[in-house]
Structure formats: C-alpha cells, structure tokens
C-alpha cells in the first residue's frame, strides 16, 4: 500500500458549504463508503476554510492577504488514502463529487 | 559448430522484432524496474550473437533470450541492493490481479500488462509514444527521436521523467479493471494508430512514409489483436492500418508527387492487405455495434474494394461517417465527411458543409480545410477563389509532396 494525497480544486461559493448544492454534499456524504468499496483506506479528511481566510508568506517572510495562487478553482479540501496503486488512487480521486474543478491525485514521499 | 555471422545477425535482428516485448515483459517482473529489465534484455540481445554464433540458433530465440535475461536480473540483484529502492516498480502477482477483479476475463499476458501500463492515461500522449516504441517494440532512443523529429535528449529524457512518474506513482504493471478497460484500451488504440499515422504521413520533411514506424504499428496491432481476439475495435484498427498500409506503393508517383485517391494506379493496391483487412472489417460489424476504428476501417474498406473512384459507394460512406460522427464527434471527421458528401450532392452542397465548419472556428490551422475548400470551388469553376484557399493551405503544409502537390494546382488553377 502507498499513500496519496487526493486535492480537491473547485470553485468557491459566497457563502461556502452552505450554498453547496445538495447533490454535492449527499455526494461527499458517501465518499468514504465509496472508497472503502474500493479497497483504499482514509488517512486523513480535510475541508479548508474559503480562500479569504487564507494568509500567505512570501519568500523574504512578507505576509500577504489570500491564497498564494490566485485562480477560479482554489484548494477545497484534501484526503490522504492509503491505495494499492494509482488506479485504485484515481478510483477514489473519481469518486469525489466536484461542481467545477477538479481532483489532483498525488503520490506521498515515504520512507 | 559454427553458424555463419550474417545469418546469426539476421536471427537476432528477427528475435528483436518478434521477441522483444515478451522477453522485456517477462524480465520486468523479475527485475521489478524498468531500467533494470531494459538493460538486462539488451544484454542478452548482445550475448545471443555470439553463443548463437558459436553453438547455432536455438529453437525457441525467444525463450533463451527470457532466460539470458532473466538470469542478468537475477544477478544484477544479488550484486546490488541498492536496486531494490524506493522507487521500487509495482508488479502485481497474478493472485491479486485475480483477487481484485475476479470477473475479469483471464488475459495473462506480461506483454499486455506492459503495453496498458506504456499507454496509461496518468502519462502524457507524447511520453506515451515514446515508452510504447521504446519498452514494448524496443526501438532505440536515437530512432524515435529521429521518427518524430525530436532532439534525442529530449526524447530521453520524456523517456526517464514517464519511468520515474510510473515508479513513483505507482502506476501498476497489470491489466486495468473491467470498468475501466474501454476507456483504456481506447487509449492504447490511440497510441498504436498514432504511431501508424506518423510514419504514413512525415508531418515534415522529404519522405512522405516512414516504414518503420508503420511496421511497428501493425506489428504491435497484430500482437493485441492475437492477446485480445474478442475485441472488435482491435481487430478495427488493424484492419484500418492493413487497409491504409496496402496503398503505400500508389500515394506518391516516381518524383514524390503526392497522388489523390483518385488518380493512383489501384492495380498496385496490396490485394493480400486489403484482404486480410476486409474479413476483419466483416467479422468486427458482425459482433456488435462498431467503434471509431472499426468505422474508419469500414470506410477504408470501401474506397479500397472500389473497382474505379467513380464507382465506389458513397452513399454508403456517408452514411458510414455519420455513425463515425456519432460515436466519436470531431470536426475533422465532419470534414472527411464533407468530401464524401460532394461525390453523393455534389460539390456546391459539401462546400456549404465546409463553410459551416470554417465559420466555426474549430478547425482554424487544420491545413485540409483550405485545401478541401479549394478543390471544391475548383469543381465548382469558382478559380480565383480556388487559388487564394491553396495558397492558404500552401501555408500550412508541412511536407515537400504537400507542398508539390498545391503549388500544382495553384498553377493549373491560374493557367485556365
């Protein structure tokens, strides 16, 4: 088994989870039945705060207001997953509802 | 007893074609690295040439050669532990592959593993290519990058960032899961056909086909074709390079000037090609509802059966290219579609259907619309008009006998 972060990119609404459509949130409810049916396991579920409540820090150490990239579709969210491979990552990375974006699946260094 | 160097040369030369992906694929498994296997493979290529040489060519080739390199992965193992890194390949045992899919159909196959996991989606097209050519058909860098008018280092090194991406991501050396093998078969088509089209049309350059590369593509068609006989879009891709292939002596005439289908000599047509490619064709319809391979195979089936280029059904190509836009929507395929469309309604009704896709703008750059525009304005006596889409189409070309072959008509056009 190796782990994989999955990073879930979409766009923010004004008024965050709670202007999510149903049929997104009924989605993510069932994600992790979906990802056990898989055969991955959940290490870690994340949802992030939107974007305006982010602070970045230049290089140099200048603290600046937002996110460090500025784009339509921001960083939502993430799981790490414990999967067999990359199909089964995509599988689970698949699984994940989106209105607009979309996911990243990316291998973890481990020792 | 010794065995005569050439044709030892020749035996080896012939293994490398044959053998290669079955002895790479299997040496894979031991090695559990790509570079490990490649290298040990090559090894015992070099090794066959002169154990052959001095105790004649075994009747397997292809099972000393799995053996020569299975046992210099053995002992580049042994040597070394710092090979088994962390970048470690995956290869799955056929018991989890069976444990995780178990209504899969049992295709064992170290090649096919090898082949989906060249043409995995997770890699990008172009690294795609060039690891299939490389690992599955074991073509040399220096080759592929001269086939694809690329740098050698460049290729090398998309070769070694697709290698490291499969390591570190894990991406598996198995067949993908049922739901998931249409979509990745598609992708290995793709591959294969693209192969096939580079070396049929030199997108560049002096010669109009590379010969090369449309051998490893039937070559690597036929092997998935045997691996996969219930997949009738194999069979259809196969039978569309057949068929495509069995025209390569008519396409240019002796000074490289392109022909059009309807000016080559269809008595030096490949009879055994367009044969071989037909009952694949019959045999790919029979089984269901056919794929964007097996329809342009269809359609190539027809143009090569056709006695004369007056004769041929187009009726029934159109209404082929109608189903092909259907299960597979793309403005190139609505072009082609158009030309067909001029030999039922004439041209004046497909140069509507050409305006209607140049207003569209998705094809902007695409070097056939102008020159399709123009040929169609030609027939239609409209030269002038004729002229300027050649000219723009001139622009566009990128080979010599492109090139000839508008300049021609620009001047038979401005002659009248």
């Known amino acids: 088994m190796a782990q994989y972060a999955i990073l879930i990119y979409d766009k923010e609404l004004p008024g965050g989870v709670a202007d999510m459509p149903q049929e997104i949130l009924d989605g993510h409810m069932a994600v992790p039945e979906k990802i056990e049916k898989i055969g991955a396991k959940i290490v870690n579920a994340q949802a992030t705060q939107p974007t305006s409540t ?35 990552a995509i599988a689970v990375g698949k699984c994940v509802p989106v209105m607009e974006g979309g996911i990243e699946v990316r291998p973890l260094i481990q020792e | 007893m010794t065995v005569a160097r050439t044709a030892v040369q020749r035996a080896v030369a012939d293994a490398h074609r044959r053998e290669w992906a079955a002895v790479l694929a299997t040496t894979v498994r031991v090695a559990g690295d790509l570079d490990l296997a490649e290298e040990c493979v090559q090894e015992a290529y070099v090794a066959a040439l002169d154990a052959w040489t001095r105790s004649g060519v075994p009747a ?32 799955e045992s056929d018991v989890t592959e069976t444990a995780i899919a178990p209504e899969a159909p049992a295709v064992h196959d170290d090649r096919l593993r090898l082949v989906f996991m060249c043409c995995h989606p997770a890699l990008s097209l172009e690294s795609q290519v060039a690891l299939t050519l490389r690992l599955v058909c074991g073509v040399a860098v220096a080759d592929i990058a001269k086939a694809f008018l690329a740098a050698e280092t460049t290729v090398a090194a998309r070769i070694t960032r697709a290698k490291k991406k499969i390591a570190a991501a ?10 998931d093998l249409p979509e990745r078969l598609d992708a290995v088509l793709t591959v294969i056909h693209l192969v096939f089209t580079t070396g049929h049309t030199a997108p560049s350059g002096g010669q109009l086909t590379r010969t090369d590369l449309v051998e490893f593509a039937i070559d690597l068609a036929r092997m998935l074709n045997q691996l996969m006989p219930t997949e009738r879009e194999v069979r259809g891709l196969l039978a569309l390079l057949l068929v495509n292939h069995a025209r390569r002596d008519t396409r240019t005439d002796s000074s490289g000037r392109l022909l059009l289908l309807e000016e080559q000599d269809r008595s030096l047509w490949d009879r055994a090609g367009i ?24 359609i190539a089936g027809l143009h090569a059966t056709a006695s004369t280029y007056a004769v041929t059904d187009w009726e029934q190509i159109v209404t082929l290219y109608d189903e092909l836009i259907k299960v597979w929507p793309s403005p190139v395929v609505e072009l082609n579609r158009a030309v067909a469309a001029a030999m039922v309604h004439g041209p004046a009704f497909a140069l509507r259907l050409v305006e209607q896709l140049e207003c569209d703008g998705r094809l902007n750059g695409y070097r056939y619309l102008p ?46």
């Open chain 1, 54 to 88: 982010a602070t970045t820090i230049r290089k140099g150490g200048v603290i600046t207001d937002g996110p460090f990239i500025e784009s339509k579709e921001a960083l939502a969210g993430f799981f790490v997953i414990e999967a067999e491979n990359l199909d089964q």
């Open chain 2, 371 to 416: 020159a399709i525009k123009a040929d169609l304005l030609r027939r239609l006596g409209r030269t002038a008009e004729a002229v300027a889409f050649y000219r723009q189409a001139l622009v566009l070309a990128e080979n010599d006998a492109e090139r000839e072959f508008l300049t021609g008509r620009i001047a038979a056009c401005s002659a009248r």
């Open chain 2, 60 to 91: 397997k080739p292809g099972a000393w050669l799995t053996t020569a390199a299975k046992r210099n992965a053995f002992d580049a193992l042994r040597r070394a532990d710092v090979l088994r890194s962390k970048l470690h390949l995956l290869v």
């Open chain 2, 275 to 298: 044969a071989e490619g037909h009952r694949l064709i019959v045999s790919a319809l029979a089984d269901g509802p056919p794929g964007r391979f097996t329809l342009q195979a269809a």
């Open chain 2, 170 to 179: 894990r991406v598996p050396f198995q067949m993908p899961g049922p739901a």
